[in-house]
């Protein structure tokens, strides 16, 4: 028990001293706020975010041998800037509500809690409330491993001039939420279609007697399930502290490799960071072999393409666009080299952005 006790106050006194650290840290941040507004700079910079990250990252693998699991110290120092950068200037992030959906996961797991958030009805409201300035950042789906592109999101971007300013991709881990203390009480299960649908087999096995109950968004039915007796929504786990919902059952979708990939989207410009992808969008001539010119112009300079899909142009009937993901930042000679290259091989393209790579995705 001694040496039990012992330990413990050599936890408290690191704790404390972790403490004094923080509070060191703001106070700098603080001051680098300040002559950032005297020099007219932009507050928020992600490109030292990422550097920050990548440089605690390989000190955790190593100095330390990675004794602290890498996402958690990530997710511990999103946090840590987010509270600082709060202390110069709260950002405000616009994106596709309602609360606790797996939207608002993405952005909070980005810009952290101490942002300020703003939820949006649609795509084309996140879109517009960053085009007016009234947000700095929006956060929309773009696909998901299991449901494919999200359309609405691309074709916005033939519209938009946003700018795509980095992305976060997210395990969609699906949970049985109610006020309810055990599974036996559950009579209803709410949520949306989807997700009732990705867990059916779960449902049908562990609540054969339950009635499964559609809702327009899972935190519709997490509102139903804190009021009603004896209901139930499927939703994620920031869905049970939103809320304040029981976790009765964990992970009962049926896919684990369900992951879907959100976009940052702004009015800036990214600077290369070593680890970026970039977006655009072409257009090819209509004529034989169009399609092959243009991705030649890729495979000439060893250009690896991430994705590539076809859209509509909504110009006229039977004409496509084709959206794109590189590795690579724009600012690079060789993606200079392609981009020039591509646009003597096709009648359009635009750049929606360059911008560093999700963490852990690599």
């Not at 724009?330 to 646009?343: A, C, G, H, M």
């Amino acid at each position: 028990m001694e040496e039990l006790r012992e330990l413990r106050e050599e936890i408290d006194r690191i704790d404390e001293e972790i403490l004094r650290l923080l509070n060191e840290r703001a106070k700098i941040a603080r001051k680098i706020g300040e002559i950032k507004k005297r020099k007219n700079m932009e507050i928020h910079v992600p490109e030292r975010e990422r550097a920050i990250f990548e440089k605690l990252l390989k000190l955790n693998k190593e100095k330390f041998k990675e004794n602290f699991p890498s996402e958690a110290l990530v997710h511990i120092y999103r946090e840590i800037i987010s509270a600082c950068l709060s202390l110069e200037k709260p950002l405000r992030i616009a994106y596709l509500g309602p609360k606790a959906t797996f939207t608002h996961q993405a952005a909070l797991e980005f810009f952290g809690f101490s942002a300020q958030y703003v939820s949006c009805a649609t795509i084309r409201d996140v879109f517009e409330e960053v085009e007016s300035k009234r947000a700095d950042y929006g956060v929309v789906p773009v696909e998901n491993t299991i449901e494919g592109v999200v359309n609405y999101t691309l074709d916005m971007f033939l519209e938009s001039d946003l700018k795509i300013s980095g992305e976060v991709v997210i395990p969609i881990s699906l949970h049985l939420l109610s006020v309810a203390e055990d599974l036996s009480e559950i009579r209803k299960v709410y949520s949306h279609k989807v997700a009732l649908g990705q867990c059916r087999k779960w449902l049908e096995k562990n609540l054969p007697n339950a009635q499964l109950i559609e809702t327009e968004s899972t935190a519709k039915a997490c509102e139903i399930a804190l009021e009603e007796e004896g209901a139930s929504a499927v939703a994620s786990e920031v869905a049970s502290y939103t809320y304040h919902l029981n976790i009765l059952a964990r992970n009962i979708q049926e896919n684990s490799d369900n992951f879907t990939r959100f976009l940052i989207i702004s009015l800036r410009e990214m600077k290369p960071t070593g680890k970026d992808k970039t977006s655009l969008i072409f257009a090819v001539r209509d004529e034989p072999g169009a399609l092959y010119k243009a991705l030649e112009a890729f495979y000439k300079r060893g250009v690896n393409l991430t994705k590539i899909e076809s859209r509509p142009s909504r110009k006229k009937a039977w004409d496509y666009v084709f959206f794109v993901d590189l590795e690579g930042h724009k600012e690079e000679e060789k993606i200079k080299e392609v981009l020039s290259d591509l646009k003597e091989r096709t009648q359009m393209v635009k750049i929606l952005g360059s911008y560093p790579r999700a963490l852990f995705s690599e």
